[in-house]
């Protein structure tokens, strides 16, 4: 845990960094080997930051040296709590001082805290030589008080904890002598106490106890064999004590660091002398290697600067009978430009909206290069032609900013490389690409395809028809983009537009909702709109014109004669009538449009094949010849009226026309409509054997008609003038030109006088001097025709129609 020792310093300079300034340095100090989770210190007190702003603004440990993240901030308490082993010995080896640099980062804005971590040692590792045991080769006639050099224990810890002492076991010719070496650093010699003799004791074994100061402490042993030899008086002698070189890292195995050399003054096998390195350490063992006859040290493993800047070894040099010196060599690794920049992508806006103003931070970008000095200044760019742009931030860190509106349907997604490159020689560089995807906002109304739509269909469809189908783009992104259809509340012929048509929401299918009828309306628009699923939606209109075409579904109406009920139309023809004079027309007209109400007429069938003709498309009725005497008084004409659809519908009626001058000289018949079926040769039949009839017969008709004029004198005009119209057509009909219908030149007028039976008509004007006056033209029921031909007892009911 933190002693609770911190220190906060704000330099306040003329230093201005880039965006935010780096405030402070807090320092912790905590003992090697923490457990995780161990709580360190609460760093958003030491440096009076506040709790509720940790996790908005994204606070996170960044390792200033090392990629190792060996603690973490508590973003709900403000502590610093332990995330990785904290081991002493690997971080700084035997340096007295083990700090670790960390960063505190803080986002929006970008914000910069650094602290150190003091790592203090603990008595974790035990000494340890590196032999497993010494051997010495001593002349029976070494004087007392000669040196062998024992060396030193290797403890990891440092101050009390490192090695304190040596102990040897009790003998009766060897002491021990303990000595400090730079840095405090302790080692060992082996003085012979007594001389030996070899005769005696040819084989000497002992164990050196070396000790830390720990608590509890620690130790470690070897074994020393002393062997007992004939006399050399003269160890070897090293031409420096201290060697020096200088290396490049990433030399190549086999090269030559430098050479060292030691001489002996003794006379054959004691003067040859073998060179070995003396208790070579891990970081060293196997990286040089060391001739034993010339002294070449070569380099033998990777060399590298950043990982180890230096090197301090041991050499000795030892005679034929094991007279040893000792020298040392410090190597210096020179660093090259072989680390290409590191880029870490500290913070990225993986959705950025596309309505982000220009220079808005999307990213943090951090760059770090392992090489030292020159070798480790590092400049980063943009690749062209994208809306962003980097911003140097605080040291070594870079905002990824926008440059202009974004636009995501033009451009969705971006792929922005960043290179780093230090100013080495030759220089290194390094790429990163980032993915950046620009999130869509509802910035896009739908889009009709067509500023209008018509739609075509037949009269009496089948409910739910298709009638069009409109269609809306909207570029926008998922529901933004998703369009939906409806109709805008309206109205047609009064009705709600909704009753006549629907469109289908997502298609955008418009159907009908019932049978449509051309003769009531023929065209109708519909306002239909398209709308979005974005928060606000958008939408747009367009109109739909629905156009309706006629079929031919409508017969032909005859608006004259006029059925009514049994009643039939009866019109007089003058007998001084010539040839081509107009006697009636047939009206009729059709509901529908077109050639469906093109109407044609035609005389199926006629009392005189030969007296009467109809105009085909007037409905004229019109004298083929001057009527004769002979020529029958009652015609009965049958009218088909016929339109040019497909196929063709067609209407019938009767015409009645009385061949006579004057009302008077009628005849008094029962039925009128029986020349239906006569031909001329029945009449004759009729007339032969009216004439050979019984003289009794014809005595017992004209009794009876007289007794029926005297009881009743029938009345067949109205009292007093009558002004009859001159036409009539249904509201909802047309008077179409050509078609059949009655044309609007042809106008009737007429008058009557009160009277007798045997009163005429007054014809006042007529249009036409070969027109027969429709003032003649008489409506009545089957009764009373019976009346005026047969039946005296019924007085008759005359209309005058036009």
């Known amino acids: 845990m933190a002693d609770g020792r911190f220190a906060i310093s704000c330099t306040l300079g003329f230093i201005i960094f880039a965006f935010h300034p780096i405030c402070g340095d807090v320092s912790y100090s905590v003992p090697e080997e923490m457990k995780r989770g161990s709580v360190i210190g609460n760093i958003a007190k030491d440096i009076g930051l506040d709790l509720g702003r940790l996790s908005a603004r994204r606070a996170r440990v960044d390792s200033e040296d090392s990629g190792v993240q060996y603690c973490s901030v508590n973003l709900n308490t403000g502590e610093l709590v332990v995330q990785e082993r904290i081991d002493r010995e690997g971080l700084c080896a035997k340096k007295t001082s083990c700090i670790l640099k960390q960063e505190l980062v803080l986002e929006n804005p970008l914000e910069l805290h650094r602290f150190t971590?003091?790592?203090?040692?603990?008595?974790?590792?035990?000494?340890?030589?590196?032999?497993?045991?010494?051997?010495?080769?001593?002349?029976?006639?070494?004087?007392?008080g000669a040196r062998f050099a024992l060396g030193e224990a290797h403890d990891g810890d440092i101050g009390e904890n490192a090695v304190q002492g040596?102990?040897?076991?009790?003998?009766?010719?060897?002491?021990?002598?303990?000595?400090?070496?730079?840095?405090?650093?302790?080692?060992?010699?082996?003085?012979?106490?007594?001389?030996?003799d070899r005769e005696d004791n040819n084989e000497i074994t002992l164990v050196l106890t070396a000790f830390d100061g720990g608590s509890p402490q620690r130790s470690g042993t070897v074994v020393i064999h002393v062997t007992v030899l004939d006399a050399n008086d003269n160890a070897p002698v090293f031409s420096q004590t201290v060697y020096k070189a200088s290396l490049p890292e990433n030399s190549a195995p086999d090269t030559l660091v430098t050479t060292v050399t030691a001489t002996d003054a003794d006379e054959g096998l004691n003067s040859?002398?073998?060179?070995?390195?003396?208790?070579?350490?891990?970081?060293?063992?196997?990286?040089f290697s060391i001739s034993p006859k010339s002294g070449d040290i070569r380099v033998t493993g990777i060399i590298d600067h950043e990982k180890i800047p230096s090197y301090e070894m041991q050499i000795s040099a030892k005679d034929g009978f094991g007279l040893v010196s000792y020298a040392t060599l410090i190597i210096d690794v020179t660093d090259v430009n072989d680390n290409a920049p590191i880029i870490k992508l500290k913070s990225l806006t993986n959705q950025i909206p596309e309505n982000v103003s220009p220079g808005t931070e999307v990213g943090i970008i951090n760059v770090q290069d392992r090489d030292s000095e020159n070798n480790r200044q590092v400049r980063c760019s943009l690749q062209t032609g994208v809306p962003f742009k980097l911003v140097p931030s605080i040291k070594n860190y870079y905002s990824l900013v926008t440059t202009e509106q974004l636009d995501r349907e033009l451009v969705s997604d971006y792929n922005i490389t960043i290179t780093a490159t230090d100013e080495g020689s030759p220089p290194l560089s390094s790429s990163k690409t980032v993915h950046l995807t620009v999130a869509?906002?509802?910035?896009?109304?739908?889009?009709?395809?067509?500023?209008?739509?018509?739609?075509?269909v037949t009269?009496?469809?089948?409910?739910?028809?298709?009638?069009?189908?409109?269609a809306a783009r909207d570029p926008d992104w998922r529901q933004n983009g998703t369009v939906v259809y409806s109709l805008l509340p309206g109205e047609v012929n009064g009705a709600p537009v909704s009753s006549y048509v629907s469109v289908n929401g997502d298609t955008g299918v418009i159907h009908a909702v019932k049978a449509f009828d051309y003769e009531h309306f023929r065209s109708f628009k519909v306002q239909v709109m398209a709308r979005d699923n974005g928060s606000p939606p958008l939408s747009s209109n367009v109109t739909v014109n629905v156009f309706i075409s006629d079929v031919n579904d409508n017969s032909p109406q005859i608006l004259y004669p006029t059925p009514e009920g049994n009643s039939f139309m009866t019109e007089l023809v003058p007998k001084a009538a010539h040839a081509g004079s107009l006697v009636s027309k047939v009206i009729a007209v059709d509901a529908d449009s077109g050639q469906n109400a093109w109407l044609s007429y035609h005389i199926v069938k006629s009392t005189d094949a030969g007296l009467f003709t109809i105009g085909l498309h007037s409905g004229e009725i019109r004298t083929q010849r001057d009527i004769s005497e002979s020529d029958s008084m009652k015609q009965n004409l049958f009218v088909a009226v016929k339109d040019n659809g497909q196929p063709p519908l067609s209407a019938t009626c009767s015409m009645y026309l009385l061949i006579s001058d004057n009302l008077a000289e009628v005849p008094e018949l029962k039925d009128i409509s029986y020349d239906e079926r006569d031909s001329k040769l029945t009449s004759y039949l009729i007339i032969a054997l009216v004439s050979v009839s019984t003289f009794f017969l014809t005595f017992i008709i004209i009794v009876l008609g007289v007794r029926f004029c005297r009881r009743r004198k029938p009345r067949l005009l109205f009292d007093g003038?009558?002004?009859?119209?001159?036409?009539?057509?249904?509201?909802?009909?047309?008077?179409?030109?050509?078609?059949?219908?009655?044309?609007?030149?042809?106008?009737?007028?007429?008058?009557?006088?009160?009277?007798s039976r045997t009163s005429d008509f007054k014809f006042v004007s007529s249009y036409n001097?070969?027109?027969?006056?429709?003032?003649?033209?008489?409506?009545?029921?089957?009764?009373?025709?019976s009346d005026v031909f047969g039946d005296c007892d019924v007085s008759p009911e005359w209309h005058v129609t036009y």
């Open 117 to 144: 971590i003091r790592v203090q040692d603990i008595n974790d590792n035990a000494p340890q030589f590196k032999e497993d045991s010494f051997k010495f080769e001593i002349q029976e006639s070494t004087v007392k």
């Open 166 to 196: 040596y102990t040897l076991q009790q003998n009766d010719n060897f002491k021990l002598n303990v000595n400090l070496r730079s840095a405090g650093r302790k080692y060992c010699e082996l003085i012979l106490d007594k001389e030996l």
């Open 272 to 287: 040859e002398v073998s060179y070995e390195f003396y208790q070579r350490s891990d970081e060293n063992g196997n990286v």
């Open 440 to 456: 869509d906002i509802n910035d896009n109304p739908p889009v009709f395809e067509e500023q209008s739509y018509s739609a075509h």
């Open 459 to 470: 009269e009496n469809n089948k409910p739910g028809s298709t009638l069009c189908s409109v």
């Open 721 to 755: 003038a009558v002004a009859i119209p001159s036409g009539y057509l249904p509201p909802n009909y047309a008077d179409v030109d050509g078609t059949g219908t009655l044309r609007s030149t042809y106008n009737y007028d007429g008058y009557m006088t009160t009277g």
């Open 769 to 785: 001097d070969n027109t027969l006056p429709a003032d003649q033209t008489l409506r009545k029921s089957p009764t009373d025709f």
